[in-house]
Nanobody
Framework: QVQLVESGGGLVQAGGSLRLSCAASGIVFSLYDMGWYRQAPGKQRELVATITSGGTTNYVESVKGRFTISRDNTKNMVYLQMNNLKPEDTAVYYC?????????WGQGTQVTVSS
Protein backbone atom coordinates (compact mmCIF):
# COMPACT_ATOMS: atom_id res chain seq x y z
CA GLN A 1 0.00 0.00 0.00
CA VAL A 2 1.44 3.30 -1.11
CA GLN A 3 1.68 5.98 1.56
CA LEU A 4 2.87 9.52 0.97
CA VAL A 5 3.23 11.97 3.84
CA GLU A 6 3.99 15.63 3.19
CA SER A 7 5.49 18.06 5.65
CA GLY A 8 7.10 21.48 5.71
CA GLY A 9 4.22 23.75 4.83
CA GLY A 10 3.41 26.90 6.75
CA LEU A 11 2.98 30.65 6.69
CA VAL A 12 5.74 32.75 5.17
CA GLN A 13 6.11 36.31 3.96
CA ALA A 14 6.54 37.11 0.30
CA GLY A 15 10.14 36.64 -0.70
CA GLY A 16 10.68 33.94 1.88
CA SER A 17 11.49 30.26 1.48
CA LEU A 18 10.06 26.91 2.47
CA ARG A 19 11.16 23.34 1.91
CA LEU A 20 8.49 20.71 1.47
CA SER A 21 9.25 17.07 2.12
CA CYS A 22 7.38 13.93 1.13
CA ALA A 23 8.10 10.58 2.74
CA ALA A 24 7.10 7.58 0.67
CA SER A 25 6.51 4.04 1.88
CA GLY A 26 5.05 0.85 0.48
CA ILE A 27 6.75 1.22 -2.89
CA VAL A 28 10.09 0.63 -4.56
CA PHE A 29 10.69 4.35 -4.49
CA SER A 30 13.49 4.49 -7.03
CA LEU A 31 11.19 3.13 -9.76
CA TYR A 32 8.57 5.85 -9.38
CA ASP A 33 8.21 9.21 -11.00
CA MET A 34 7.47 11.75 -8.28
CA GLY A 35 5.79 15.11 -8.40
CA TRP A 36 4.45 18.08 -6.51
CA TYR A 37 1.08 19.55 -7.38
CA ARG A 38 -0.88 22.37 -5.80
CA GLN A 39 -4.46 23.47 -5.50
CA ALA A 40 -5.50 26.99 -4.60
CA PRO A 41 -9.00 27.80 -3.34
CA GLY A 42 -11.49 27.74 -6.20
CA LYS A 43 -8.93 26.47 -8.68
CA GLN A 44 -8.05 23.14 -10.21
CA ARG A 45 -5.07 21.15 -9.03
CA GLU A 46 -2.02 21.99 -11.12
CA LEU A 47 1.38 20.47 -11.66
CA VAL A 48 4.24 22.32 -9.96
CA ALA A 49 7.23 20.08 -10.59
CA THR A 50 8.08 16.49 -11.40
CA ILE A 51 11.17 14.34 -11.22
CA THR A 52 11.39 11.04 -13.03
CA SER A 53 12.91 7.86 -11.70
CA GLY A 54 15.96 8.78 -13.76
CA GLY A 55 16.21 12.25 -12.26
CA THR A 56 14.83 14.36 -15.09
CA THR A 57 12.97 17.39 -13.79
CA ASN A 58 10.15 19.48 -15.15
CA TYR A 59 8.55 22.67 -13.80
CA VAL A 60 5.52 24.77 -14.48
CA GLU A 61 6.64 28.04 -16.03
CA SER A 62 5.53 30.16 -13.08
CA VAL A 63 7.99 28.51 -10.66
CA LYS A 64 11.02 28.10 -12.89
CA GLY A 65 14.08 29.64 -11.29
CA ARG A 66 12.40 29.76 -7.86
CA PHE A 67 11.52 26.14 -7.02
CA THR A 68 13.73 23.05 -7.11
CA ILE A 69 12.52 19.46 -6.91
CA SER A 70 14.90 16.76 -5.75
CA ARG A 71 14.81 13.19 -4.51
CA ASP A 72 16.81 10.96 -2.21
CA ASN A 73 16.31 7.35 -3.19
CA THR A 74 18.24 6.16 -0.12
CA LYS A 75 15.66 7.80 2.16
CA ASN A 76 12.53 7.40 0.00
CA MET A 77 12.09 11.16 0.08
CA VAL A 78 11.21 13.84 -2.43
CA TYR A 79 11.65 17.54 -1.72
CA LEU A 80 10.49 20.85 -3.07
CA GLN A 81 12.69 23.82 -2.24
CA MET A 82 10.66 26.99 -2.73
CA ASN A 83 12.46 30.33 -2.82
CA ASN A 84 11.25 33.85 -3.46
CA LEU A 85 7.72 32.82 -2.63
CA LYS A 86 4.84 34.94 -3.91
CA PRO A 87 1.27 35.31 -2.64
CA GLU A 88 0.07 33.47 -5.75
CA ASP A 89 1.99 30.40 -4.55
CA THR A 90 -0.54 30.03 -1.73
CA ALA A 91 -2.15 26.60 -2.05
CA VAL A 92 -2.33 23.12 -0.65
CA TYR A 93 0.67 21.23 -2.01
CA TYR A 94 0.34 17.52 -2.76
CA CYS A 95 2.96 14.86 -3.30
CA UNK A 96 2.36 12.38 -6.12
CA UNK A 97 3.89 9.00 -6.98
CA UNK A 98 3.29 7.50 -10.37
CA UNK A 99 4.29 4.31 -12.15
CA UNK A 100 2.33 2.40 -14.76
CA UNK A 101 -1.23 2.13 -13.46
CA UNK A 102 -0.36 3.39 -9.98
CA UNK A 103 -1.10 7.04 -9.26
CA UNK A 104 -1.00 7.89 -5.54
CA TRP A 105 -1.41 11.12 -3.59
CA GLY A 106 -0.54 12.41 -0.18
CA GLN A 107 -2.92 14.31 2.08
CA GLY A 108 -1.41 17.69 1.26
CA THR A 109 0.32 20.46 3.19
CA GLN A 110 -0.81 24.07 3.30
CA VAL A 111 1.50 26.82 2.09
CA THR A 112 0.38 30.38 2.73
CA VAL A 113 2.38 33.36 1.47
CA SER A 114 1.47 36.75 2.89
CA SER A 115 2.10 39.98 1.01
Amino acid sequence: QVQLVESGGGLVQAGGSLRLSCAASGIVFSLYDMGWYRQAPGKQRELVATITSGGTTNYVESVKGRFTISRDNTKNMVYLQMNNLKPEDTAVYYCNARRRSIDSWGQGTQVTVSS
